[in-house]
Protein backbone atom coordinates (compact mmCIF):
# COMPACT_ATOMS: atom_id res chain seq x y z
CA UNK A 1 0.00 0.00 0.00
CA UNK A 2 1.39 3.63 -0.61
CA UNK A 3 -1.35 5.66 1.49
CA UNK A 4 -0.69 4.88 5.10
CA UNK A 5 -4.24 5.33 6.13
CA UNK A 6 -5.76 2.98 4.06
CA UNK A 7 -5.34 -0.47 5.93
CA UNK A 8 -5.97 -2.42 2.69
CA UNK A 9 -8.11 -6.06 2.61
CA UNK A 10 -4.75 -8.28 3.42
CA UNK A 11 -3.05 -8.68 6.15
CA UNK A 12 0.57 -8.27 7.77
CA UNK A 13 0.56 -4.92 6.67
CA UNK A 14 4.18 -3.31 7.24
CA UNK A 15 7.13 -1.15 5.95
CA UNK A 16 9.41 -3.07 4.20
CA UNK A 17 13.25 -3.04 2.52
CA UNK A 18 13.99 -2.85 -0.71
CA UNK A 19 15.12 -6.59 0.01
CA UNK A 20 11.63 -7.74 1.15
CA UNK A 21 9.86 -5.88 -2.26
CA UNK A 22 12.75 -7.72 -4.21
CA UNK A 23 11.82 -10.94 -2.88
CA UNK A 24 7.92 -10.48 -3.14
CA UNK A 25 8.67 -9.59 -6.79
CA UNK A 26 10.18 -12.89 -7.02
CA UNK A 27 7.73 -15.07 -5.45
CA UNK A 28 5.07 -13.16 -7.88
CA UNK A 29 6.71 -13.82 -10.62
CA UNK A 30 7.41 -17.12 -9.40
CA UNK A 31 3.28 -18.12 -8.93
CA UNK A 32 3.15 -16.17 -12.23
CA UNK A 33 0.90 -13.73 -9.79
CA UNK A 34 -0.39 -10.33 -12.25
CA UNK A 35 0.92 -7.07 -10.67
CA UNK A 36 -2.27 -4.58 -10.70
CA UNK A 37 -3.14 -1.44 -9.13
CA UNK A 38 -4.68 -1.41 -6.01
CA UNK A 39 -7.09 1.63 -6.56
CA UNK A 40 -8.69 4.23 -3.88
CA UNK A 41 -12.85 3.96 -3.06
CA UNK A 42 -13.43 6.41 -5.37
CA UNK A 43 -11.16 4.60 -7.65
CA UNK A 44 -9.31 8.16 -8.81
CA UNK A 45 -5.83 7.23 -7.96
CA UNK A 46 -3.31 3.88 -7.40
CA UNK A 47 -3.06 3.25 -3.29
CA UNK A 48 -1.26 0.23 -3.68
CA UNK A 49 -0.02 -2.80 -5.79
CA UNK A 50 -2.03 -6.16 -5.75
CA UNK A 51 -0.72 -9.24 -7.46
CA UNK A 52 -3.81 -10.79 -7.98
CA UNK A 53 -4.48 -14.26 -5.72
CA UNK A 54 -7.38 -15.38 -4.39
CA UNK A 55 -6.35 -14.17 -0.64
CA UNK A 56 -8.00 -11.87 -0.30
CA UNK A 57 -9.17 -10.14 -2.64
CA UNK A 58 -12.91 -8.23 -2.68
CA UNK A 59 -12.70 -8.95 -6.51
CA UNK A 60 -13.02 -12.27 -6.24
CA UNK A 61 -14.92 -12.52 -3.41
CA UNK A 62 -17.64 -10.25 -3.85
CA UNK A 63 -19.28 -10.94 -7.68
CA UNK A 64 -20.88 -6.95 -6.78
CA UNK A 65 -17.28 -5.78 -6.52
CA UNK A 66 -15.98 -3.86 -9.78
CA UNK A 67 -12.77 -3.78 -10.71
CA UNK A 68 -10.22 -2.46 -14.06
CA UNK A 69 -9.62 -5.15 -16.45
CA UNK A 70 -5.85 -5.50 -16.37
CA UNK A 71 -3.33 -4.99 -19.48
CA UNK A 72 -3.28 -8.57 -20.04
CA UNK A 73 -5.43 -11.53 -20.99
CA UNK A 74 -5.01 -15.17 -21.72
CA UNK A 75 -4.40 -16.63 -24.63
CA UNK A 76 -4.50 -20.64 -24.92
CA UNK A 77 -2.80 -22.70 -26.69
CA UNK A 78 -5.74 -25.35 -28.10
CA UNK A 79 -2.77 -27.61 -29.65
CA UNK A 80 -1.32 -28.38 -26.79
CA UNK A 81 -4.33 -28.04 -23.76
CA UNK A 82 -5.89 -31.24 -22.91
CA UNK A 83 -9.32 -29.83 -21.90
CA UNK A 84 -8.93 -31.19 -18.06
CA UNK A 85 -10.96 -27.79 -16.92
CA UNK A 86 -8.33 -26.95 -14.15
CA UNK A 87 -7.43 -23.83 -15.23
CA UNK A 88 -11.87 -23.21 -15.09
CA UNK A 89 -12.19 -24.25 -11.59
CA UNK A 90 -10.08 -21.23 -10.45
CA UNK A 91 -11.52 -18.64 -12.76
CA UNK A 92 -13.57 -16.67 -10.83
CA UNK A 93 -15.03 -14.81 -13.87
CA UNK A 94 -15.98 -17.10 -15.66
CA UNK A 95 -13.77 -16.76 -18.81
CA UNK A 96 -12.57 -20.18 -18.98
CA UNK A 97 -15.44 -22.80 -19.26
CA UNK A 98 -15.45 -26.18 -19.93
CA UNK A 99 -18.92 -27.06 -22.59
CA UNK A 100 -18.99 -30.40 -23.98
CA UNK A 101 -15.88 -31.49 -22.83
CA UNK A 102 -14.35 -28.67 -24.22
CA UNK A 103 -12.37 -25.47 -22.45
CA UNK A 104 -13.87 -22.35 -23.82
CA UNK A 105 -12.02 -19.04 -23.44
CA UNK A 106 -14.33 -16.07 -23.53
CA UNK A 107 -11.33 -13.17 -23.73
CA UNK A 108 -13.57 -10.03 -23.18
CA UNK A 109 -14.37 -11.55 -19.16
CA UNK A 110 -10.90 -11.91 -18.60
CA UNK A 111 -9.81 -9.88 -16.12
CA UNK A 112 -6.06 -10.89 -16.42
CA UNK A 113 -5.18 -12.00 -12.95
CA UNK A 114 -3.61 -15.10 -13.71
CA UNK A 115 -4.61 -17.49 -11.66
CA UNK A 116 -5.39 -19.89 -14.67
CA UNK A 117 -1.49 -20.26 -15.55
CA UNK A 118 -0.42 -22.06 -11.58
CA UNK A 119 -2.90 -24.54 -12.78
CA UNK A 120 -2.31 -25.71 -15.86
CA UNK A 121 -0.82 -28.91 -16.13
CA UNK A 122 0.17 -28.52 -19.64
CA UNK A 123 1.45 -24.89 -19.56
CA UNK A 124 -0.51 -23.79 -22.53
CA UNK A 125 -1.53 -20.72 -21.42
CA UNK A 126 -0.11 -16.98 -21.44
CA UNK A 127 -0.81 -13.51 -20.25
CA UNK A 128 -0.37 -11.26 -24.06
CA UNK A 129 -1.22 -7.76 -24.04
CA UNK A 130 -4.89 -7.45 -24.05
CA UNK A 131 -5.80 -5.76 -27.47
Same mark, same amino acid.
Given at each position: M???DD???G ?8 E???EILH ?5 H?V ?6 K??T???GI???C?D =??G?F ?6 C?K !???V?E ?5 C?? =? ?5 ? =?Y ?10 LK ?5 CY?? !? ?5 C?E ?7 ? !?
Amino acid at each position: MFNPDDSGSGSGKKEVALEDVMEILHEAHVKHLVARPFRNKDRTDSDGICFCCDD =CCGYFLDPNEKCDK !GELVTETDFDVCNH =CGVCADV =CYFEARTVNGGELKEARDLCYGC !GLCLNVCPEDCIKMVLR !G
